[in-house]
């Protein structure tokens, strides 16, 4: 079993800087956990503490029912790839991958077993009597991921392993790791900055921001349920707009005031806002890019209409990324490429009510 536990787990520097603060996490047996969250925000160093690479200030962390706060970290039985995968030049890919088994002792003929096994799950049979500077980046990546797999651990670290690979081999790697997962099933803990990693690879993601996780969910939860103002700014691209409106509320009705406009709530958003005790207050009302619209089947039928001017107009392909302000506040609608809309051009958008977020001004949290 390598299900792992971190409970009220504290770091704090010699410096003083307390960099995870009292964090918490149960991880079931082959998950693919995601740390993500900005530069700085204590993803490495939680990281860090599980592979015994760092001391843990306080707080306790299991992996099964085995308290490790004092366990070496070889003795842990988990693996770590790192971004800068150290590969020693002088040897075979073959001899990098066998070179830890060596350490230990492990005879020579389970060695090449292990490396051989290995190298066919990663694709690297043809490559094993090359010298690393002979590979290219994603094949040394999967080297590292080999010295890693050989070992056998029951939990896998991996911190920001992709980050040196150019986009096209990202993407791919990134299948790779997820093919990976499944074939192998163990637990992996992973740390990006990355939110495209985070939602495509991850069983659960935990946002971290500041030391303090922000919320855990699955992909899907974070996308449509962000637990606040924070966590729905980050995990989406482009990312959600925000901007503020003023509740109004008449009965069991309550309506959010835009630039001068009211759109009226679906039912269940207005008893949150009715509850909550936010009649007369000013909000933040939160829209993804992708429930805004300039279609004219949409417009049409919408009750959440507004014009404005477009600003910059950005072609991806198969979509457009339309820029506009509203009431002073920023928005970007990412809308189907068949738009007529150009850069100065005055258009109606509909926001999809459905999808609208709103947001405590104060304390950021989501009231529905
Ligand atoms: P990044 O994505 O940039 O790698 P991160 O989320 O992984 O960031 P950490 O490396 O865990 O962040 O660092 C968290 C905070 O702790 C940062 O503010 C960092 O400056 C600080 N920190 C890291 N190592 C030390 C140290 N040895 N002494 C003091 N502070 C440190």
């Given at each position: 079993m390598a299900s792992l536990s971190l409970e009220h787990v504290t770091k704090v520097y010699p410096n003083g800087f307390e960099a995870v603060k009292d964090f918490n996490l149960e991880i079931q047996d082959k998950e693919f956990i995601i740390f993500v969250g900005p530069s700085g925000c204590g993803k490495s160093t939680t990281l860090r503490m599980i592979a015994g690479l760092e001391d843990i200030s306080s707080g306790t962390l299991k992996i099964g029912d085995r308290?490790?706060?004092?366990?070496?970290?070889?003795?842990?039985?988990?693996?770590?790839?790192?971004?800068?995968?150290?590969?020693?030049?002088?040897?075979?890919?073959?001899?990098?991958?066998?070179?830890?088994?060596?350490?230990?002792?492990?005879?020579?003929?389970?060695?090449?077993?292990?490396?051989?096994?290995?190298?066919k799950i990663l694709d690297l049979e043809k490559l094993l009597d090359r010298k690393p500077k002979a590979l290219s980046g994603g094949q040394r990546q999967r080297v590292a991921m080999g010295r890693a797999i050989v070992r056998n651990p029951k939990v896998f670290l991996m911190d920001e392993p992709l980050s040196n690979l150019d986009a096209k081999l990202r993407v791919q790697m990134r299948t790779e790791i997820a093919k990976?997962?499944?074939?192998?099933?163990?637990?992996?803990?992973?740390?990006?900055?990355?939110?495209?990693?985070?939602?495509?690879?991850?069983?659960?993601?935990?946002?971290?921001?500041?030391?303090?996780?922000?919320?855990?969910?699955?992909?899907?939860?974070?996308?449509?349920?962000?637990?606040?103002?924070?966590?729905?700014?980050f995990m989406g691209s482009p990312q959600m707009n925000f901007l503020d409106a003023e509740v109004e509320v008449q009965g069991d009705k309550a309506s959010l005031k835009i630039a001068g406009q009211s759109i009226e709530l679906p039912p269940a958003k207005a008893k949150k806002v009715i509850e909550g005790g936010y009649a007369g207050k000013t909000v933040t009302f939160g829209i993804r890019p992708e429930d805004v619209d300039d279609s004219e089947m949409v417009v049409n039928t919408s009750k959440a209409v507004f014009e404005s001017t477009i600003n910059v107009y950005e072609l991806l392909g198969a979509e457009v990324y339309l820029y506009f302000d509203l009431d002073k506040f920023p928005i970007t609608a990412r809308v189907d490429s068949r738009t007529t809309a150009r850069p100065g051009d005055k258009v109606k958008f509909a926001f999809d009510v459905e999808k609208i977020h709103i947001f405590d001004k104060e304390t950021e949290k989501t009231i529905t």
């Open positions: 308290v490790v706060n004092d366990v070496e970290p070889k003795d842990r039985d988990i693996a770590m790839v790192f971004q800068n995968y150290a590969l020693y030049p002088h040897m075979t890919v073959y001899d990098n991958m066998a070179f830890g088994l060596k350490l230990r002792k492990v005879p020579k003929a389970e060695i090449d077993k292990m490396v051989r096994e290995a190298a990976l997962h499944q074939r192998l099933g163990t637990t992996i803990i992973y740390v990006t900055h990355d939110q495209t990693e985070a939602m495509t690879l991850g069983t659960r993601i935990v946002v971290m921001k500041d030391g303090v996780v922000q919320q855990v969910d699955t992909p899907q939860n974070l996308y449509d349920k962000p637990g606040n103002l924070f966590v729905a700014g």
